[in-house]
């Protein structure tokens, strides 16, 4: 065949500017698109051998093999897989397949900063003009008396179609690297692409580096190859060790060597795992190659916690794997990583709209062939398909759970804390998720149990016939702490009087209770400092007149005229005064602190403590009848500050004064 020119079947000259203008943030992804090709080349042939169409070569491996030079700069990407004709070198290569391809110039044309070409127009081969001035395409079709054809580009819209010398069915891309792009020359450069892009595709890969310095292994002789190059036989010298005969002498005998071994030229191993872990069925997975397959892949060597493996059919197709990650920071700190795949090619990491979000901190792997290759985020938002998926793990997740609580609770009250957050996030933003989860929600209380909602409030699914809504008084309290060592003085004062709590420490915990005290109208939580109950008091005398005289003597030592006392006959002797804060209040303190809204209108919404006095503690009597002693002030500054210690940490500022009254307070006992 002659030399044949043409032009390639676009509406501008300018097309291929654009592409490397417009591609360049993902520049890598060439790789993957080239790959693509090749595996499909080759999935093509072996259906076509399948189908009794074309009989493969005796001892046929399917395979494709990225070659690098770095002294002339160049990627050759071989496969043996269908191949082309001259006419279909035409058909699919001269006609670039995007559409609108006019409408997409003019808009994208004077812009500066939008999303790449892929995802949008599927250019695929051409993605290799992002790092090369020139292309050439060799390739040899399947077809009987078919001829080779050389194809070449050097990135205008013009290219060369003549007749080639390839002698084997297939196709080598070889791409003349331009010199922003030298680094695509280099093996560890392009083996860490293929290992983001193409670690799970359905063909083996191979990577060599042209003139690289050869590698060796040694090996038995027993496990030689046909294929393998011997270097060097390596013979071990037979050895001698003396044995003692039945008449007690010893001779000295001749010992075989165990074992011959030889060196020959290390054996080319593929960069990818053909047969991924998620495409098997969960039955054929050990729970070591779930271990493993999470390091290898989330390079994480802390122990996931569990796993999921999602393997369906119906109504769409999707296979992966879900873990658990082992959590130790703080939950608006995490986010796990999702890498989503279609039919073992790599699409992207941590594209959230696949999974729901209270899902995040998950680590896994999804393959879902029904989604387009080259997708974008801005389609994935707009697809009914991806909320279906979204919606399918979170049903499982789900499943997992509850069925993890009802069979093996040991191991679920083990995991508890670590995902506790997320779950109950999700119990927040999604109804069908609650409706799952609500039930097998744990409660650790004060000694360390943990409890369902109705071990702690039996008759919480009785139905009310009367429909009517249960009044305040009538709801079954819940009392909780945020942080035991803190509020350790209430939580004695608790235990002391038979009654327990749960502990509530992590910042999601605030919208959680609001929420379950809104679909659960039979409860409602309070933290254990809200409020002194009657079951901690004891009878005595009337503490109307104290009360009023107290609070003035502590507002004037304090300078605060607005300061809440009272004074109550407190079962602990022990206990001089503790501060008690609104619920109301300090719920909405903590809900603007969760949403980024602290220093707005602090002084508005902030918390009102109120200074409950003992008046069965020595401290407070001595404080009643020595109102106007001099130096009493200081004592009533001192018992708020302790009470408020209990509590809540002090303002540097405030600690700073109670370290230095304190101090005095201990010199002048010793004068």
Request: aromatic share 10%; net charge negative.
């Amino acid at each position: 065949m002659a030399v044949k020119h043409g032009n390639l079947s676009i509406h501008s000259e300018n097309i291929f500017p654009i592409i490397k203008k417009w591609m360049y943030s993902d520049q890598d992804i060439f790789v993957r698109e080239l790959i693509s090709n090749a595996c499909d080349a080759i999935t093509k042939l072996k259906k076509l051998s399948v189908a009794g169409e074309y009989e493969l070569p005796e001892g046929y491996k399917p395979k494709i093999e990225v070659v690098l030079d770095d002294k002339e700069k160049t990627m050759k990407i071989i496969d043996n897989g269908i191949g082309m004709t001259a006419e279909e070198v035409e058909e699919y290569i001269t006609q670039i397949a995007f559409s609108g391809a006019t409408e997409f110039l003019e808009k994208y044309k004077d812009k500066a900063d939008e999303d790449q070409i892929i995802g949008h127009f599927g250019l695929g081969f051409y993605s290799a003009f992002m790092v090369a001035d020139e292309v050439h395409i060799d390739s040899l079709s399947y077809k009987e008396g078919s001829k080779a054809v050389h194809w070449t580009c050097d990135g205008s819209t013009q290219y060369e179609l003549e007749d080639g010398d390839k002698d084997t069915v297939g196709t080598v891309i070889t791409l003349y690297l331009n010199e922003n792009c030298y680094e695509y020359s280099n093996l560890y450069r392009v083996n860490d692409v293929l290992e983001k892009y193409c670690s799970f595709m359905p063909v083996e890969i191979y990577s060599s580096q042209v003139n690289a310095e050869p590698q060796y292994e040694t090996i038995d002789e027993s496990e030689l190859k046909d294929t393998d190059t011997v270097i060097e036989h390596i013979h071990e010298d037979a050895k001698t060790e003396e044995k003692e005969k039945e008449d007690g002498t010893k001779e000295t005998v001749e010992v075989s060597p165990e074992k011959n071994q030889v060196k020959i030229l290390k054996r080319p191993v593929p960069v990818n795992d053909t047969h991924p872990l998620w495409a098997k069925h969960p039955n054929e997975c050990t729970e070591e190659e779930y271990r493993d397959f999470y390091r290898k892949v989330f390079r994480d060597y802390k122990e996931p916690l569990f796993w999921i493996h999602l393997n369906m059919d119906y109504p769409f197709n999707l296979k992966g794997i879900l873990y658990f990650p082992r959590i130790n920071t703080e939950y608006e700190s995490i986010e796990g990583t999702i890498k989503l795949y279609n039919n073992q090619v790599f699409i992207a990491d941590n594209i959230k709209e696949v999974i729901p979000e209270y899902l995040l901190l998950l680590k896994g792997v999804i393959d879902c062939p029904d989604l387009p290759l080259n997708v974008s985020r801005s389609a994935l938002q707009n697809d009914g398909f991806v909320t279906k998926i979204s919606d399918y793990i979170s049903k499982k997740v789900a499943d997992k759970l509850s069925g993890m609580c009802k069979t093996d609770r040991e191991n679920y009250e083990k995991y508890w804390d670590d995902i506790s957050p997320f779950i109950k996030f999700g119990c927040i933003r999604d109804t069908k998720f609650a409706e799952k989860m609500m039930d097998y929600i744990l409660y650790k209380n004060l000694d360390g149990k943990y409890l369902t909602l109705k071990d702690m409030v039996p008759d919480i699914d009785e139905k009310d016939d009367k429909k009517e809504e249960i009044k305040e008084e009538d709801k079954h309290i819940i009392y909780y702490v945020t942080d035991p060592v803190q509020q350790g003085q209430y939580i004695n004062m608790f235990k002391e009087q038979g009654k327990d709590a749960v502990i509530l420490r992590h910042n999601i915990d605030t919208s959680f209770i609001t929420h379950v005290e809104r679909t659960t109208d039979k409860v409602k939580f309070q933290r254990i400092d809200a409020e002194i109950s009657e079951d901690m008091k004891g009878e005595g005398e009337d503490l109307t007149e104290i009360s009023s005289t107290l609070q003035e003597v502590f507002r004037k030592a304090l300078s605060n005229d607005n300061l809440q006392v009272t004074v109550a006959n407190l079962k602990n002797e022990k206990t001089a005064a503790v501060i008690t804060v609104s619920e109301e209040e300090r719920r909405m303190q903590d809900m603007m602190k969760m949403y980024g809204m602290a220093g707005m209108n602090d002084a508005m919404f902030a918390p009102k403590p109120a200074l409950v006095l003992n008046n069965n503690h020595p401290l407070i009597k001595y404080i009643a009848e020595n109102k106007d002693k001099d130096g009493i002030d200081v004592v009533c500054k001192q018992v708020y500050d302790l009470a408020l210690i209990a509590n809540q940490p002090l303002s540097a500022e405030a600690m700073s004064e109670f370290i230095e009254r304190s101090q005095d307070i201990l010199l002048n006992s010793i004068k």
